[in-house]
């Protein structure tokens, strides 16, 4: 809880320090995700939903600092047992911004993200650090083996155009997200998502 509220500390920051103009858009899209391990094969990407708010205040015309609160949900395969990881991201971005009418823009910075759900369904036990062959192949809660937070950094290039903005982005995991030892998991995506913005 206390990352949350240093996250939604620094949404709301970002407003005094930044105040030259203010952009609020409600953002959907897809995360293409996979998990990379070093004790089972590597899972493949799989598509998956995420939603949520960005904020975004300029100081002038070119350079701005955009804040957000996303739902993501992560979802990949490996050893024939799929993975879903619900996680809440809070990314801070500086964004450089080109055009008139139309604006191109980039994006990158650091992403925290808290884990909210963990999921496994399949005939082995990955999460656990194990390999081994499950009980049931049923649905299986994986919490207690995952870290509950997880750093990334965001790489992003977009466009804006009158009120919709389309945003490309690979993010990359920097922290290991198990908790199992000698089980190191991180995860890597492509997000890709369109959002309404209203510019204030």
Do not use: H, W
């Not at 996680?87 to 055009?99: H, R, S, W």
């Not at 083996?145 to 950094?153: A, G, T």
């Not at 290039?157 to 993010?171: H, T």
């Amino acid at each position: 809880m206390k990352k949350i509220f240093l996250a939604l500390s620094l949404l709301i920051a970002s407003y005094s320090v930044f105040g030259q103009g203010i952009m609020v858009a409600g953002k959907v899209g897809t995360s293409i995700s996979t998990i990379k391990t070093n004790r089972a094969n590597d899972f493949n990407y799989k598509p998956n939903i995420n939603f949520g708010i960005a904020v975004e205040a300029a100081t002038n015309d070119m350079f701005s600092l955009q804040a957000e609160c996303m739902y993501s949900i992560i979802s990949s395969k490996s050893e024939g047992t799929t993975i879903n990881l619900n996680y809440v991201d809070f990314p801070i971005l500086a964004k450089l911004t080109f055009g008139k009418k139309e604006r191109f823009f980039f994006n990158a910075g650091p992403m925290v993200s808290i884990l909210a759900r963990a999921k496994e369904k399949g005939s082995v036990n990955i999460l656990d650090g194990t390999l081994s062959p499950a009980e049931n192949s049923g649905e299986r809660d994986g919490m207690r083996y995952l870290n509950d937070s997880n750093f990334s950094m965001v790489f992003g290039v977009g466009a804006l155009i009158d009120n919709i903005m389309i945003d490309f982005r690979y993010i990359t995991g920097f922290s290991d997200i198990s908790r199992a030892e000698g089980n190191d998991l991180s995860v890597s995506r492509f997000d890709i998502t369109v959002a309404y913005a209203l510019v204030f």
